[in-house]
């Protein structure tokens, strides 16, 4: 794949900057005037999602050059070269074929397609095995629950898709431990029983600092409770594509399914390292998930730039980070299920975009991935939502709002749905200082009281939001939503020119680590590091000893 | 209390612009060269907390500048005006007096002392009937668990005490559940047993729409299960100031606890609204976690700005957010229990701060409260901590780091604690271009290829962070700790002449949402909202009928 332009060297982007700065001070009610079909035209569709673009600073003028921008990057034809199989993550010389995972076929890409197949029947073996109560622990009991021991990408994914698809779980609890914080794996492990509770270690070199220190700590509690040595496959499952270290462990290599090196950790949840909520969920609906994801694939690849959802969604991206200096973005899905749906698209995000030079090695001088953040609605309006509205911070918003709800309690999900619309209406209107007058005075505060508050209820409204609405949480369209924020987030990084496959800023930390964590244990060091950090070496002696 | 001056009215303000300016490219690293006392200069201590700044973009002359302007915003005496119980709360004429829960004695404001004495004498004789299993459901069995009904500052600060001092908690469970969205009680509930589970409902006007419906789904489900309309107040405690409508619902008076018009939502955890908490703890439990708060209390009131911690954390605030621009500042507890500190302190800085007009109602031209996100360490590390190292981003760190565990387990949460140290240090001393290609050379790659990878490998280090490192999550630490950023906010919101006690920002959403709800229902309405609202709504019709 031939390397990315640099985003300031589109034709589009002078241009739009100029627009940009245009549109900072333009009302997004005066384009809902001035453009009158704009509800109609600022959504599209896809894979049963529907995305609202409609409460932006962008007008169908800006919105066509933002169009072309997509298509001098060639937005098109690097979704090609990413779902065909092209050498997208430079850096390590790898495709990223997390597509793959979810395709029902793969012209030109058999071999690699042959071991999903392959991969895809353990994990429907495994899965069907422990649901049926045919994998029986140490004392012959049957597995009841499941505990994934992974970090990362190895664990926020299947995470999210366990919580956010409870409504579809079968009979097999799912527990999740990823912190090297021993609190961590000992409250997990507090209520259950280790003759009937199966662990799988999910790391693909089988040595992540935080997954093999839980994972020795969980073999010591089934030892310790009376599982032999030779009772281990009985407990425990790998992903991993470093067979010899999981033996060493105790995990044969029937019960080890594979990582490719083609697949990030942050992409991974379609592939084996989703085996936990292949499990919690039962293989048919683990199945409509990989559909969901494969139905967003298929419009990825074949929409024009302005139809296609995660274009245009990377468009918005850039337009507001690059053309109006956005810092951040919020993402809030109205469903307590998808509360750590921010966490998830953290990882894929900022481990994603969070670069500072191209792919080609050389510095960049603008500005790449922004922070993500938000919680579950309507969790923030009774938090962070203030700034949202009155905060001086430019905050871009996606509201993720499911129709409807699987409790069976559909009057209060209404009350979410409400609220939900009435957040990302609010951010378009605010409140002019002589409404927010009018309603003091309308509690009945006297004038001179009312003229005092006015300023502090006034909001000046106008925050871009975007809602991407759909009928309910189902394995489809978790599937669709997960895809669509992954499509996103290579489109923005092919935008700022960027590899958003490669995540070389995580390992100087990991190298700092290893050399702390052997001075605490008194192995001697020549140079001490720098004085701050033996200082804090100091204290935590003193708490030591 | 007279209103603050603006930040770009103190005479310090320019100059540390300046200063700010010229600090932007000084490495901090040189720093520690040329001040040779340097880690231990930039320490202070209090309450058994250690703040280390010394890893800032800033030398000992400009933090000699920066204490003046908290001389000049007269930071002490504001300390003194808040604790003393000045209108700080000037939109709402109102004191801001947390600080008087966790106090033991309190001249001048005897009359609210005697009522703060006498809800404690509740909470006590609450917390102790339900733990000794005097407290019993319709059935006559003992209670076993508690469900906090609360949203924002009546859920967040709860939920994070108990989560964090787990390893002092006795035998009743505590439950939390805020959301509106039906799922998060229907989750909660299912696992419970309605003759042994009682319910606090909190909430100050007692009709917040998520607490109220929460709370009657869950008064309809212990009818359901056989309760009486007679047995409710063997299930139901509430923290409110409206007690006729707790009667209505059918709490009687003797179960309900005060909440006051001085305590502020997000500042409210030291009052009943940390009932649940207060039962999940015990009581003598629940007094440490007061009285750590009421050391930061003396320490903040006492302590000169140059030794002051939350006046140095709100300095440092102020210095990277109107000085070197900073949007966004990072909380990284290295403690599991602590994985919800973000999220409480979202509400508490993001709430407060997030504010765009002076507490006299002039608008500001500067920015104010930054957002504020993070993790429980390790877990960012495999996620978002790319970007910290490698992105584009101005993102100041605090990490929080406790010393010593209560698993038992020290050599594991050793690995926890060098990862802290490792990514402080890491933050602050990056990796040259030269570095990186010696490391690559040095795994064995050819010549070419380590030239070719060496820039995304290379990070610039220079980032700026602070550790807070203590012996132990206690109730005496987390109090210190929480009083800690809640100080620092009140500081923040004095240098930017805001009022951080006041919410307006929030009123107008739960407005339109009344609305959107009531729309949805049917209920006529004469003028259309905005078209693309109008179209979700009739997207969500479609899929209800």
Partial sequence: MTSSPLLTDLPAFGELQALASDLKSTSIQ?????????????????AGLRLDYSKHLLDGAARARLLEL?????????????????????????????????????PGLEDKFAEVVEARAQMRHWAGRINSGEQRGFSGAAITDVV????????????????????????????????????????TLLDLDPATTLFIICSKSFRTEETLTNGLAARAWLINAGAEVSDLDKHFLAITSNLAAAAEFGVSGDNCLPMWDWVGGRYSVWSAVGLSCAIALGWEHFEQFLDG?????????????????????????????????AGNHVVLPYDQGLARLPDFLQQLTMESNGKRVAADGSALDYD???????????????????????????CPVDFILPLTTH??????????????????????????????????????????EAERLAPHLAMPGNRPN????????????????????????????????????????????????????????????????????????????????
């Avoid at 967003?296 to 468009?315: G, T």
Wanted: proline content about 4%.
């Fill in 148 to 187: 994934n021991i992974g970090i990362g990408g190895s664990d926020l994914g299947p995470r999210l898709v366990t919580d956010a698809l409870k409504p579809f779980q079968g009979d097999i609890n799912c527990h999740y431990v990823a912190n090297v914080d021993p609190a961590d794996l000992q409250d």
């Fill in 407 to 448: 409790t069976g309690m559909a009057e209060q999900h209404q009350r979410l749905v409400a609220n939900g619309l009435a957040q990302s209406r609010a951010l378009l209107v605010g409140r002019t200082p002589d409404e927010a007058r009018e309603s003091l005075l309308a509690r009945g505060l006297d004038a001179a």
């Fill in 30 to 46: 005066a384009l809902f005037e001035r453009e009158g079909n704009r509800a109609e035209a600022f959504v599209a569709q896809a």
């Fill in 293 to 325: 994801a494969a139905a967003m694939d298929a419009h990825f690849a074949s929409a024009p730039v302005a139809d296609n959802l995660p274009m245009l969604m990377s468009l918005l991206e850039v337009w507001y980070c690059n053309g109006f200096g």
């Fill in 466 to 545: 975007s809602v991407i609405s759909f009928a309910a949480v189902t394995p489809h369209s978790l599937g669709a939503l997960i895809a669509l924020y992954e499509h996103r987030t290579f489109c923005s990084g092919q935008l700022w020119g960027i590899n958003s496959f490669d995540q070389w800023g995580v390992e100087l930390g990991k190298e700092i680590g290893v050399d702390i964590f052997q001075r605490m244990a008194g192995e001697a060091r020549t140079a001490p590091l720098d004085p701050a950090t033996e200082a804090l070496l100091a204290q935590w002696r003193q708490y030591r000893d």
């Fill in 70 to 106: 997509g298509e001098q990057a060639q937005l098109p034809r690097k979704a090609q070269a990413l779902l065909g199989g092209a050498e997208v993550n430079n850096t390590e010389g790898r495709p990223a074929l997390h597509s793959l995972l979810r395709a029902s076929s793969a």
């Fill in 368 to 394: 790449t991935g922004p922070v993500l953040w938000g919680s579950a609605g309507t969790m923030g309006q009774h938090s962070f939502h203030q700034l949202l509205h009155q905060g001086t911070r430019l």
